[in-house]
């Protein structure tokens, strides 16, 4: 199993446990998990996650079972992403995935994405609010490298 | 004063400007690295540069037998006279990077502090706007926003699980702190690191790419998470708008760069020597200025 894989099941299984809202043994998590693994490799992911402190568990049964954890607190967060937010951290002690942008800059973005037509018919979103329930890109069974 | 004095900076300080304003077409890794390289011993060389005329400016203004009397003085007089514009400006760059470098260190020192007392820099903070970062250090992650895993699907997380880790796996954020320390330094390269934390996205995202491989999967999502992210702060202005999510977005959905296997790393070793032999000569000059001030 190499490093690869696990990132990407990690993201998987993160993605799973995000649309749950209970505790997902690791069983019924594998259920839900794309391309049948292992159950030894999805413990091995969980356990990752848990050391991460991404996920927690709680034991059901003899079973462990696992959740998301959300940290609710949320102004750790708050001050967290508005430190960012100014002039997107000058100092360079994190690196965010996007930025906001300007109105001027999603309308380019936007002119960009109408100008490429889509691989596989699914359209970029329009309107800033409009991709808050976007189509699910269900790209099951996908292969992965070559 | 003779114009050899300002060559080791401009040496460094134009093909680095020119860089960030032209960047050469190679892969956005290597081009992060030079930029990093270049901008640090550009900015040392240019506040050694201007530690020198500054320290002659005052040597030649004070009164003779305060400065002429110990040795060291005499060697910054024998520098020549320092006409009294560049004099003033070379002391005014110093007072500006020393206020500007005091500054970011503060600000890094707030930051890490944000960092510190969130805890583990790893996890999901219950926060409906999508956002993601990588939290540098040894107790750091990848920290995501429950707004985020709600909007993507699996594949698209992946891509942000992936774009985070790259930046935690080639350490972005030395490069990005040495940018910055530059810009602080030497404020005229504040385009240079600009570019630099341009490189470090794009390189982050062709990490991305070529572990999911869909270039148009990434172009994506970048451009879904940034339409839906919370708009810039209120500190915001015009000025800062540099479109740089649209100009990832348009690169992946270009042609994937070369790896560039023989072009980068000869680029940088070459780029690397020379701006060392450049930078160490004009810190040799400027001991001189390091001994008026002892």
Request: glycine share 10%; proline share 8%.
């Amino acid at each position: 199993m190499s490093r690869r894989r696990l990132g990407q099941l990690e993201a998987e299984v993160l993605a799973v446990l995000a649309e749950t809202d209970g505790f997902l043994s690791t069983g019924e998590l594998r259920e839900r998990l794309d391309g049948d693994p292992a159950y030894t490799t999805v413990n091995t992911v969980l356990f990752r996650l848990y050391d991460k402190g991404m996920v927690e568990r709680s034991q059901r049964g003899r079973a462990y079972v696992y959740r998301l954890t959300v940290d609710e607190s949320g102004l750790a967060a708050e001050r967290m992403f508005d430190h960012l937010r100014v002039a997107s951290d000058p100092a360079g002690v994190l690196n965010q995935f996007v930025h906001g942008l300007s109105a001027e800059e999603a309308a380019a973005l936007r002119a960009v994405l109408e100008r490429e037509p889509s691989p596989d018919a699914s359209p970029p979103p329009s309107g800033a609010d409009a991709p808050r329930t976007p189509p699910r890109q269900g790209r099951e069974g996908r292969p992965d490298g070559p | 004063m003779t114009w050899y004095t300002l060559a080791p900076a401009l040496l460094l300080v134009v093909p680095a400007l020119a860089l960030a304003r032209l960047p050469l077409p190679i892969h956005p890794a290597w081009s992060a690295r030079l930029l990093a390289v270049l901008a640090v011993s550009a900015a040392l060389t240019a506040v050694s540069t201007a530690g020198l005329l500054g320290g002659a400016f005052l040597a030649g203004v004070l009164p003779p037998d305060t400065v002429s009397g110990p040795e060291r003085g005499r060697l910054l007089l024998e520098h020549g006279p320092v006409p009294a514009p560049v004099g003033v400006l070379a002391l005014a760059l110093l007072a500006v990077g020393a206020v500007g470098t005091a500054l970011l260190a503060l600000r890094w020192w707030r930051g890490m502090r944000e960092v510190r007392r969130h805890g583990d820099g790893a996890g999901v903070v219950a926060d409906d706007r999508p956002m993601a970062m990588a939290v540098p250090g040894r107790r750091g992650g990848v920290m995501l926003s429950r707004g985020l895993l709600r909007m993507l699907g699996r594949d698209q997380l992946s891509v942000v699980l992936r774009h985070e880790h790259a930046h935690l796996r080639h350490r972005h954020h030395v490069y990005a702190a040495a940018g910055a320390l530059a810009a602080a330094l030497f404020p005229p390269l504040a385009p240079v690191h600009r570019r630099l934390r341009f490189d470090l996205e794009r390189w982050a995202d062709e990490e991305a790419a070529a572990a999911v491989g869909d270039r148009g999967l990434v172009a994506r999502t970048i451009a879904q998470v940034s339409l839906a992210a919370p708009g810039p702060g209120p500190s915001w202005h015009p000025g800062l708008a540099d479109y740089q999510v649209v100009r990832r977005v348009e690169a992946l959905l270009d042609e994937p760069p070369s790896a560039n296997p023989v072009a980068g790393p000869a680029l940088l070793g070459g780029t690397g020597v020379a701006s060392g032999g450049v930078a160490s000569t004009c810190v040799e000059l400027h001991h001189l200025a390091f001994l008026l001030l002892l």
